[in-house]
Protein backbone atom coordinates (compact mmCIF):
# COMPACT_ATOMS: atom_id res chain seq x y z
CA UNK A 1 0.00 0.00 0.00
CA UNK A 2 1.28 3.44 -0.66
CA UNK A 3 2.52 5.00 2.35
CA UNK A 4 1.63 9.02 2.82
CA UNK A 5 2.74 11.48 5.00
CA UNK A 6 1.62 15.46 5.91
CA UNK A 7 3.45 18.18 7.72
CA UNK A 8 2.28 21.72 7.69
CA UNK A 9 5.14 23.92 8.08
CA UNK A 10 4.42 28.08 8.92
CA UNK A 11 6.51 30.85 7.65
CA UNK A 12 6.64 34.15 8.73
CA UNK A 13 9.04 35.90 6.38
CA UNK A 14 10.87 35.14 3.48
CA UNK A 15 13.99 34.00 5.15
CA UNK A 16 11.61 31.55 7.27
CA UNK A 17 10.81 29.94 3.76
CA UNK A 18 14.43 30.17 2.82
CA UNK A 19 15.48 28.59 5.99
CA UNK A 20 12.87 25.67 5.83
CA UNK A 21 13.93 25.05 2.00
CA UNK A 22 18.03 24.92 3.51
CA UNK A 23 16.79 22.26 6.26
CA UNK A 24 15.28 20.07 3.70
CA UNK A 25 17.91 20.26 1.12
CA UNK A 26 20.51 19.23 4.09
CA UNK A 27 18.11 15.95 4.12
CA UNK A 28 17.72 14.84 0.42
CA UNK A 29 19.41 11.88 -1.54
CA UNK A 30 20.05 12.30 -5.04
CA UNK A 31 16.95 11.05 -7.10
CA UNK A 32 14.90 13.15 -4.32
CA UNK A 33 12.05 14.71 -6.27
CA UNK A 34 9.94 17.43 -4.92
CA UNK A 35 6.44 19.03 -6.54
CA UNK A 36 6.27 22.79 -5.84
CA UNK A 37 2.60 24.11 -6.02
CA UNK A 38 1.02 27.32 -5.42
CA UNK A 39 -0.29 30.79 -6.92
CA UNK A 40 2.43 33.13 -8.19
CA UNK A 41 4.29 34.59 -5.69
CA UNK A 42 3.48 32.24 -2.63
CA UNK A 43 7.23 31.32 -2.13
CA UNK A 44 8.44 28.41 -4.24
CA UNK A 45 11.50 30.46 -5.45
CA UNK A 46 12.41 31.41 -2.38
CA UNK A 47 12.18 28.24 -1.01
CA UNK A 48 14.29 26.85 -3.63
CA UNK A 49 16.92 29.20 -2.98
CA UNK A 50 17.19 28.08 0.62
CA UNK A 51 17.16 24.68 -0.91
CA UNK A 52 20.31 25.32 -3.24
CA UNK A 53 22.16 26.33 0.43
CA UNK A 54 21.41 22.98 1.70
CA UNK A 55 22.24 20.97 -1.23
CA UNK A 56 25.93 22.91 -0.58
CA UNK A 57 25.19 24.86 -4.05
CA UNK A 58 27.21 28.29 -3.71
CA UNK A 59 25.16 31.13 -2.65
CA UNK A 60 27.21 33.29 -5.37
CA UNK A 61 24.84 31.39 -7.95
CA UNK A 62 21.22 33.31 -8.20
CA UNK A 63 19.05 31.21 -8.37
CA UNK A 64 15.67 32.58 -10.27
CA UNK A 65 13.10 30.88 -11.52
CA UNK A 66 13.57 29.22 -14.88
CA UNK A 67 10.37 30.38 -16.70
CA UNK A 68 12.04 30.96 -19.67
CA UNK A 69 14.55 28.29 -19.79
CA UNK A 70 12.33 25.79 -18.02
CA UNK A 71 15.33 23.71 -16.67
CA UNK A 72 18.46 25.37 -14.67
CA UNK A 73 20.74 22.75 -13.32
CA UNK A 74 23.52 23.62 -10.54
CA UNK A 75 26.09 21.74 -9.05
CA UNK A 76 26.40 21.31 -5.12
CA UNK A 77 26.82 18.15 -2.98
CA UNK A 78 24.60 16.75 -5.29
CA UNK A 79 23.38 18.64 -8.88
CA UNK A 80 20.14 20.11 -7.93
CA UNK A 81 17.54 20.64 -11.79
CA UNK A 82 15.02 23.71 -11.13
CA UNK A 83 12.50 23.90 -13.24
CA UNK A 84 9.42 25.94 -13.57
CA UNK A 85 6.16 24.62 -15.69
CA UNK A 86 4.40 28.11 -15.39
CA UNK A 87 4.26 29.17 -19.16
CA UNK A 88 3.67 25.78 -20.80
CA UNK A 89 0.00 24.96 -21.62
CA UNK A 90 -1.78 22.45 -19.94
CA UNK A 91 -2.56 19.86 -19.72
CA UNK A 92 1.20 19.22 -20.52
CA UNK A 93 2.19 16.26 -22.38
CA UNK A 94 4.82 14.53 -19.92
CA UNK A 95 6.46 12.96 -22.99
CA UNK A 96 7.40 16.02 -24.51
CA UNK A 97 9.22 17.27 -21.92
CA UNK A 98 13.11 17.21 -21.11
CA UNK A 99 12.34 17.33 -16.78
CA UNK A 100 11.24 13.71 -17.34
CA UNK A 101 14.54 12.46 -17.96
CA UNK A 102 15.49 13.75 -14.58
CA UNK A 103 13.38 12.21 -12.61
CA UNK A 104 14.64 9.83 -10.03
CA UNK A 105 18.18 10.21 -11.92
CA UNK A 106 21.35 11.96 -10.63
CA UNK A 107 20.11 14.78 -9.10
CA UNK A 108 17.74 16.28 -6.43
CA UNK A 109 14.41 17.84 -9.10
CA UNK A 110 12.41 20.45 -7.69
CA UNK A 111 9.70 21.84 -9.92
CA UNK A 112 7.64 24.72 -9.64
CA UNK A 113 3.96 24.86 -10.69
CA UNK A 114 4.20 21.08 -10.52
CA UNK A 115 0.75 20.77 -10.44
CA UNK A 116 0.87 21.63 -13.89
CA UNK A 117 1.54 18.11 -14.42
CA UNK A 118 -0.43 15.09 -14.24
CA UNK A 119 -0.19 13.16 -11.11
CA UNK A 120 0.69 10.03 -12.58
CA UNK A 121 3.46 11.52 -14.34
CA UNK A 122 5.20 11.64 -11.05
CA UNK A 123 7.55 8.91 -9.48
CA UNK A 124 5.73 7.15 -7.06
CA UNK A 125 8.32 8.21 -4.62
CA UNK A 126 7.77 12.12 -4.50
CA UNK A 127 7.82 15.09 -2.36
CA UNK A 128 4.37 17.58 -2.45
CA UNK A 129 5.38 20.84 -1.02
CA UNK A 130 2.15 22.79 -1.14
CA UNK A 131 2.73 26.87 -0.84
CA UNK A 132 -0.44 28.87 0.60
CA UNK A 133 -0.92 32.49 1.63
CA UNK A 134 -3.66 32.39 4.22
CA UNK A 135 -5.91 35.40 4.58
CA UNK A 136 -4.07 36.76 7.28
CA UNK A 137 -0.94 36.35 5.62
CA UNK A 138 0.49 33.78 7.09
CA UNK A 139 2.48 31.14 4.66
CA UNK A 140 1.81 27.80 5.29
CA UNK A 141 3.69 25.02 3.06
CA UNK A 142 1.98 21.26 3.42
CA UNK A 143 4.76 18.47 2.73
CA UNK A 144 2.56 15.56 1.08
CA UNK A 145 5.12 12.60 1.46
CA UNK A 146 4.40 9.72 -1.01
CA UNK A 147 6.56 6.56 -0.61
CA UNK A 148 8.53 5.34 2.40
CA UNK A 149 11.54 7.31 1.31
CA UNK A 150 9.98 10.36 2.45
CA UNK A 151 8.37 8.91 5.67
CA UNK A 152 10.90 10.36 7.75
CA UNK A 153 11.98 13.52 6.46
CA UNK A 154 7.99 14.89 6.67
CA UNK A 155 7.87 13.35 10.58
CA UNK A 156 10.47 14.77 11.43
CA UNK A 157 9.82 18.17 9.56
CA UNK A 158 6.18 17.73 12.06
CA UNK A 159 7.50 17.79 14.93
CA UNK A 160 10.38 20.23 14.02
CA UNK A 161 6.72 22.38 13.20
CA UNK A 162 5.34 21.61 16.37
CA UNK A 163 8.27 22.34 18.24
CA UNK A 164 8.83 25.84 16.72
CA UNK A 165 4.89 26.65 16.94
CA UNK A 166 5.59 26.39 20.92
CA UNK A 167 8.93 28.19 21.23
CA UNK A 168 7.15 31.23 19.38
CA UNK A 169 4.38 30.85 22.39
N1 LIG B 1 6.85 33.95 4.41
C1 LIG B 1 7.26 34.20 3.16
N2 LIG B 1 7.88 33.24 2.45
C2 LIG B 1 8.28 33.46 1.17
N3 LIG B 1 8.12 34.61 0.51
C3 LIG B 1 7.54 35.62 1.17
C4 LIG B 1 7.07 35.46 2.51
N4 LIG B 1 6.51 36.61 2.90
C5 LIG B 1 6.61 37.45 1.86
N5 LIG B 1 7.23 36.88 0.82
C6 LIG B 1 7.48 37.50 -0.51
O1 LIG B 1 6.72 36.77 -1.47
C7 LIG B 1 7.45 36.65 -2.69
C8 LIG B 1 7.66 35.19 -3.04
O2 LIG B 1 8.23 35.13 -4.30
P1 LIG B 1 8.72 33.80 -5.02
O3 LIG B 1 9.41 34.24 -6.25
O4 LIG B 1 9.46 32.93 -4.09
O5 LIG B 1 7.31 33.12 -5.38
P2 LIG B 1 7.03 31.95 -6.41
O6 LIG B 1 6.04 31.06 -5.74
O7 LIG B 1 8.28 31.34 -6.90
O8 LIG B 1 6.29 32.72 -7.60
P3 LIG B 1 6.20 32.32 -9.17
O9 LIG B 1 5.02 31.40 -9.29
O10 LIG B 1 5.97 33.63 -9.83
O11 LIG B 1 7.47 31.65 -9.59
C9 LIG B 1 8.77 37.40 -2.49
O12 LIG B 1 8.62 38.69 -3.00
C10 LIG B 1 8.93 37.41 -0.97
O13 LIG B 1 9.68 38.50 -0.51
MG1 LIG C 1 9.07 31.04 -8.81
Known sequence: MA???KAVLISRSQMETESWGQWIGRRL????????????????????????????ISP?????????????????RVQLVHAD???????????SLELLDWLGGDAVVAVEWAEKLH???????SLVLRFEVGADGLRRITLIGYGLGFQDLVKVAAHKADNHLSEAG
Do not use: H, M
Open 119 to 125: PRDWPAE
Open 60 to 76: DYDIVSPTYTLVNVYQG
Open 29 to 56: ANGAVLRLEGELGCGKTCFVRGLARGLG
Open 85 to 95: LYRLAEPVDAE
Open 3 to 5: SIT
